[in-house]
């Protein structure tokens, strides 16, 4: 069975760095576009960025453009979110999963549920 599984969250001050981790099992992601996506309190899910399979092509929310840089390593398996520069608002679960649409990074369904996120919390 498909998984997916986020790691790296924590709690940092404004200003700060995390990297996020996603590992697949499973099922190879290497052949999918991959994105990030979060959800804070009380708000719907969102995607944050997006990488093709082929590493050549990532996007961005607006909201993270010039603070977030997406990355994947095929060979591991593994796509990542490197932030910089974290903001309070940017406190949320934060998630990956293929994309179906790049350009709008619609999540896909390859992976069946989503996993169960990691928590990154920022502190004003």
């Known amino acids: 069975q498909a998984q997916l599984v986020e790691s790296g969250g924590g709690l940092v001050q404004a200003g700060g760095s995390l990297r996020l981790s996603c590992a697949a099992s499973?099922?190879?992601?290497?052949?999918?576009?991959m994105g990030w996506f979060r959800q804070a309190p009380g708000k719907e899910r969102e995607p944050v960025a997006a990488?093709?399979?082929?590493?050549?092509?990532?996007n961005y929310a607006d909201s993270v453009k010039g603070r977030f840089t997406i990355s994947r390593d095929n060979a591991k398996n593994m796509v990542y979110l490197q932030m910089n520069s974290l903001k309070p608002e940017d406190t949320a679960v934060y998630y990956c999963?293929?994309?179906?649409?790049?350009?709008?990074?619609?999540?896909?369904?390859?992976?069946?549920?989503w996993g169960q996120g990691t928590q990154v919390t920022v502190s004003s």
């Open positions: 990488i093709t399979w082929d590493t050549r092509t990532t």
């Open positions: 499973g099922r190879t992601l290497s052949v999918y576009n």
């Open positions: 999963n293929a994309v179906s649409t790049f350009g709008t990074m619609r999540p896909g369904t390859i992976f069946g549920s």
